[in-house]
């Protein structure tokens, strides 16, 4: 992953997410469910969505998962790196997920 | 979240929009329950399922449908060993229930011993049962008033070209809305109007009858809870004189924001309002076209009249609301007791 091509900043590569405890998730007939305590529907995650999710509760860092999801989705790296630090981005910005503190 | 943290549980589907939003306003305005909307009917899908889980998870004291869906069952079926109590929140005045045809579905819930609570919005309706039934209680709509000033808002601003009128109701409720009757009304107005619509026009016959009587109409069709709170500021008069009603959330959100509203006298969130503002708003006979357009008139030819009947509509209101979240209050601690 050549990080320099991503034209996203701020935004640390090595970093791994772990989902917020106040949130309820469930695979259920091949989709990610996401329950929000302040909401009041459901989110559904497919498609690539659900790939990053899966990658981000294995907690594997930003760059390895778009790595994986270049490789899974025949895209290229640079068109992963953006889609993986939206969907992050977007979690975090809901609170879905948060930054797993460095030991 | 409050006290209870997910001792009570309320549901309801999509396609009963007055009664989210009153469960909705019962979550926020009490603190004491926690909604969901339910957007899918399938039975057997994904949404049913997390639900089904999740009421495993957290046990809750008991759960609450708005109104009835047939998704509903699976819940009853699936978490009938739970330790769950279950009950309905039903919103439709007795006059709905006929008019919208529900007869067949109360009659069938009120006999249903799974159901253990009977919820009712409607007051009278909920007295009238709790004579005969057990579990009966009212329980009333609450609303979250907007941090708004109107003497700041709409009225500051520059004079508009057009007087925006609101007809605002659900696809499901046309039958006891008396849109035939307002159309007629609006379509004799010899002043620049735009009537604001969200839906109405997607129906081949209104439709018609919209450009047959040469009205001037912007539909915004389904409108996402942030649209419809941007259109509705725009607003000066809304238009609701149905034939039967239970609370009318859209006319209570016009109020808060200090827009008056012509209402028939079904329209119960109008009833403990001044005598002055019943006389100018609310029309005596919902199907005279003629005394909905004379009312129309004496609104939109009066700009002073309108800040004057929708700052005093807002102050009544807030008073009533804070009678009504005390009840609400009083009710969940009853019967979560």
């Known amino acids: ?103 | 979240m409050g006290s209870y943290d997910n001792k009570l549980i309320t549901f309801c589907a999509r396609g009963f929009p007055g009664t989210n939003r009153s469960l909705m306003n019962l979550e926020k305005t009490t603190g004491l329950s926690k909604h969901f909307i339910l957007t899918s009917s399938n039975q057997d899908g994904p949404e049913i399922k997390f639900f089904i889980n999740h009421l495993k998870t957290k046990k809750p004291k008991l759960v609450v449908f708005g109104g009835w869906n047939a998704v509903y069952e699976v819940f009853l079926h699936e978490l009938k060993d739970e330790k769950i109590q279950f009950g309905i929140y039903w919103t439709s005045s007795p006059g709905q229930v006929d008019i919208s045809e529900e007869i067949d579905i109360l009659s069938l819930l009120i006999k249903n011993s799974q159901i253990q609570h009977k919820l009712f919005a409607n007051r009278g309706l909920a007295l009238s049962l709790s004579g005969h039934i057990s579990n009966v209680d009212y329980l009333p709509d609450t609303l979250i008033l907007p941090q708004l000033n109107p003497e700041k808002g709409k009225y500051g601003r520059k004079r508009k070209e057009n007087i925006i009128i609101s007809l605002f109701c659900s696809p499901f409720e046309y039958k006891r809305k008396n849109i035939l009757n307002c159309l007629l009304a609006v379509s004799m107005l010899k002043d620049n109007y735009i009537l604001y619509l969200n839906s109405l026009s997607k129906n081949t016959y209104y439709k018609n009858i919209l450009e047959s009587l040469n009205i001037l109409y912007k539909d915004f069709g389904w409108m996402t809870d942030k649209k419809y709170k941007k259109i509705i500021e725009e607003i000066d008069l809304g238009l609701q004189v149905s034939f039967a009603e239970t609370f009318n959330h859209v006319v209570a959100e016009h109020i808060i924001r200090g827009i008056p509203v012509i209402t028939s006298r079904m329209v119960p969130v109008m009833q403990n309002m001044s005598k002055e503002i019943k006389d100018k708003l609310i029309v005596d006979d919902p199907d005279s076209h003629l005394e909905i357009k004379e009312k129309i008139e004496l609104l939109i030819h009066n700009e002073h009249l309108r800040r004057k009947l929708g700052t005093t509509m807002l102050n009544q209101i807030k008073k009533e609301n804070d009678k009504r979240i005390r009840s609400a209050i009083e009710v969940i601690n009853k019967i979560m007791r």
């Not at chain 1, 009041?40 to 999801?69: D, Q």
Request: glycine residues 4%; proline residues 2%.
């Open chain 1, 1 to 103: 992953m050549n990080q320099e091509r991503c034209t996203m900043q701020k935004i640390d590569f090595d970093q791994t997410y772990v989902v917020s405890g106040e949130i309820s998730h469930r695979e259920i007939e091949g989709q990610i469910l996401l329950l929000r305590p302040d909401d009041h529907c459901l989110y559904t995650v497919n498609g690539t969505g659900k790939f990053i999710w899966i990658e981000i509760l294995k907690r594997k860092p930003v760059s390895m998962i778009a790595k994986n999801l270049a490789k899974s989705f025949n895209i290229s790296e640079e068109k992963a790196c953006k889609d993986v630090l939206k969907f992050v981005r977007d979690l975090e910005k809901k609170k879905i997920i948060v930054k797993e503190r460095k030991k």
